[in-house]
């Protein structure tokens, strides 16, 4: 109960296009879910993040989109660039004094020039 | 933004040395450090939670004497590998969480690669 998956494990896209990658969780307790990106070898920096009473939060070229009753989220990368390239893990945490996170099995997206 | 800081970055050692990798906030007090392990192409594995000035919290399945953390102060948090063997060659990740920014959010650190020979 306490996972959550993420998929595609792999992503391509041509540069300019839109990448999109799904989050799925099982826990309704969840009430905070961020997106990290992570390039090789460095740690993972905060992308965007979202609550669940909020449907859709966009900031730049990414956007949160969060459906609470298919207890689904997204993360999509608009006009997305060779910059892009890297791995993206969604992640979720419960309230509460340690704020632990959840991660999922991340996606590497590789975006074409 | 949240700055967390890592030393080393890298570290090579030979089998039965202790290893100590120091997480730090540089600009923001953080109550709560984590610390992660990451193999490559995974996800990043949650080993524990410390809180500033209390014992650490292990995940099941990590060893509390193989894995020693510290969090003397609220911008300084190190986990020391002791008697490190090659399967403890690793990719190890710390986060902070500002607690006076609201909480919710983990800043990591860059990570610091560990090789035992």
Redesign the interface.
Known sequence: QQQVKQSPQSLIVQKGGISIINCAYENTAFD?F?W?QQFP??????LI?IRPDVSEKKEGRFTISFNKSAKQFSLHIMDSQPGDSATY?CAA?LSG?????T????T?LTVLP | GAVVSQHPSRVICKSGTSVKIECRSLDFQATTMFWYRQFPKQSLMLMATSNEGSKATYEQGVEKDKFLINHASLTLSTLTVTSAHPEDSSFYICSARDFERGGDTQYFGPGTRLTVL
Do not use: E, T
């Open positions: 905070y961020p990290y070898g460095k740690g993972p920096a905060l993040a893990f945490s004094s340690a704020r632990q996170l991660f999922g099995s991340g590497q």
